[in-house]
């Protein structure tokens, strides 16, 4: 397992970061997490897009441009010369005062972290996961925009840690109004009828590169699928459901708060997709 660790463009094998940067002091910093294919950076434009699409919302100011990250990722992946790597883009508020505001933070920090692909064992595509509809809600829209990925992800952790106490390997989680929303750091879909559902992305949702894809793949393959707003309660009426990520690709969902969805096994829409999203990244 090879990790190199790129800093503010330096390559390092392990890294200590100052506890005055108010990433981590606060959580004031954006992200994105990047798989690879054969090493490659897979949809890499989409996902530094949405990074300076997130620093712009916190009004972070990276210094750098798009081309300038994808240098860095080219020396950093060589670097570290693994057959996969998962990578992790992280730009923080960098070092200020102790204190809330960031106008004391003078320079951004950017952290790049590649390491070995960690996959989720393949019993979770033959079987699918458990997932609990866990009553943490979402951030509203108004307060931390959930299609802001920053590094402030407490809201996501208190979800996982309730669907750690129900016996769960994920959560679903639900916004104020009692709308479906998503998993912790992956999208929701249900099938109902042969139909696709989706929440919307004004249920506040992270607006997710695989849910874009799988929405395109789906209507291409001749599925119908809605995005709307759904209460919590209709995920039990679903015949099949499914999360999307970078790295969870499409996993099928097999129980939810203990009961079998469906058949309790992966259904022919969700094994359809999984096939068509594979074939699209591997050919
Ligand atoms: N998370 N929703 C949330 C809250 C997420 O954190 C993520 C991704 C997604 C799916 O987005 P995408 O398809 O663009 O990966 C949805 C990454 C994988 C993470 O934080 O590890």
Redesign the pocket.
């Known amino acids: 397992m090879t990790t190199k660790i790129n800093f503010n463009g330096q390559i390092h094998d392990e890294l200590n970061i100052s506890v005055l940067d108010h990433g981590f002091l606060f959580g004031d910093s954006v ?1 994105e ?1 990047v798989c690879t294919i054969k090493n490659q950076p897979c949809f890499l434009d ?2 530094l897009c ?1 990074l300076f699409a997130s620093a712009s919302a916190i009004s972070l100011d990276i210094p750098h441009d798009k081309q300038w990250f994808q240098e860095q990722l080219n020396t950093t992946l060589s670097a570290a010369g693994n057959l996969e790597s998962y990578i ?1 883009i992280i730009v923080t508020r960098g070092i200020g005062e102790v204190n809330i505001d960031p106008s004391t933070c003078h320079r951004p920090n950017i952290i790049i972290i590649v390491m070995e692909t960690s996959e989720y064992p393949e019993s979770c595509y033959e079987k699918g996961i458990h997932v609990a509809l866990v009553s943490i809600k979402r951030n509203s829209r108004d307060a931390l925009n ?1 299609n802001v ?1 920053t590094g402030n ?1 407490l809201n ?1 952790v208190l979800a996982k840690v309730e669907s750690n106490k129900l016996g769960a390997q994920d959560a679903i989680m639900v916004n104020s109004l009692g709308h479906l929303t ?6 929701l879909f249900f099938v109902r009828d042969g139909h696709i559902f989706t929440p919307s992305l004004d249920c506040g ?2 607006s ?4 874009e894809i799988v929405i395109q793949l789906s209507k291409e393959n001749g599925f119908r699928v809605e995005e709307g707003k759904w209460p919590g309660e209709e995920l039990s009426e679903a015949d099949e459901i499914f999360l ?5 690709k499409v996993m099928p969902v097999s129980h939810l708060d203990g009961r079998p969805v469906g058949s309790g096994k992966p259904g022919p829409v969700t094994l359809k997709l999984m096939r068509l999203y594979e074939f699209l990244l591997k050919g």
């Open positions: 992200y997490v989409k996902h949405r992790r959930p990925k992800y996501n998503e998993g912790t750091t992956s999208n949702i992270l997710g590169i695989t849910r999307t990520g970078t790295i969870k």
